[in-house]
């Protein structure tokens, strides 16, 4: 199969045949979707696999325009993928991004990425983070996000929900490959060697606490916190500073909480 090439305007059997493309990389293929314009510039710039790449012009403009509105958000907050992208990006008419994304991203720009999914690195000093059974897709895009921007040594996950779905990668704009991101099969897989540090109302307040090189932070699922097995692996309780009367935190913010406590104690002074 083949696609029209990069940055030319599409003709209506060019589409076609990209379309089949699409279909076929999402299908059997096993790519995942990048969707909006800082999804994939992420991906690029941390070294995803991006297999194709579309852009549908704004109405205000021709079709002919191809990817040039996508092209003026690289040149204005990527200007070190704007060779990348221009030779990537795939003119397509809004009707075809329509049939190719669900729910189009205001950018008009989607693209496909091989999934990466790897563990932390075993000698890294720098925290993980540990999702026990997480269940909303937002909240565990958003703790991608953050865990990437603090530097985290990676997310791993247990339960059913897949950290590597469209709406996790979505809310995270495209940083799955900032940081390793991936799923166990249960508690028994966790990886050795890491002190484990449980959030939980009943610990030592984390402003009181200094967190060990390589700290596992684990964090309960957001109806029913901690498991009463995940809670006596814990090597430390910790819980997070809150007001009497406000019953919690959303799981993204207590992992943003955490990981700056981290950022924000010397280096000199970390355990």
């Not at 991006?50 to 191809?66: E, I």
């Not at 690289?74 to 991004?97: F, I």
């Not at 075993?122 to 999702?131: E, G, Y």
């Not at 028994?188 to 939980?200: N, Q, S, T, V, W």
Request: include cysteine; aromatic fraction near 4%; proline fraction near 12%.
């Amino acid at each position: 199969m083949t696609c029209p090439e990069a940055g030319s305007p599409p003709g209506d059997g060019d589409e076609a045949r990209l379309r089949e493309t699409w279909r076929a990389l999402a299908g059997e293929g096993g790519a995942v979707l990048l969707d909006g314009f800082h999804a994939l510039k992420h991906a690029l710039r941390f070294g995803a696999a991006v297999h194709l790449a579309v852009a549908a012009p704004p109405a205000s403009r021709g079709p002919a325009d191809g990817p040039g509105a996508a092209l003026a958000l690289a040149r204005d907050l990527a200007p070190d993928l704007l060779g990348p992208l221009a030779r990537l990006l795939t003119p397509v008419s809004a009707a075809t991004l329509r049939e190719l994304v669900p729910r189009p991203h205001p950018t008009g720009v989607a693209a496909l990425a091989a999934p990466a999914p790897r563990a932390p690195e075993p000698d890294s000093p720098a925290p993980v983070v540990l999702l026990e059974d997480p269940r909303h897709l937002g909240n565990l895009g958003a703790v991608v996000r953050v865990a990437a921007g603090a530097g985290a040594a990676g997310i791993l996950t247990t339960g059913t929900t897949d950290p590597w779905h469209p709406a996790v990668l979505r809310a995270a704009a495209g940083l799955h490959w900032a940081t390793p991101v991936s799923r166990l099969p249960g508690l028994d897989a966790l990886p050795p060697g890491r002190p484990l540090y449980a959030l939980d109302p009943e610990g030592t307040d984390l402003r009181a606490a200094s967190l060990a090189p390589g700290a596992l932070l684990a964090f309960g699922s957001e109806r029913s916190g901690l498991s009463a097995a995940l809670r006596a692996r814990a090597d430390v309780l910790l819980a997070l500073p809150m007001r009497p009367g406000v019953s919690s935190y959303n799981l993204a913010t207590s992992v943003a909480m955490a990981l700056y406590h981290w950022l924000a104690t010397p280096q000199d002074a970390r355990r």
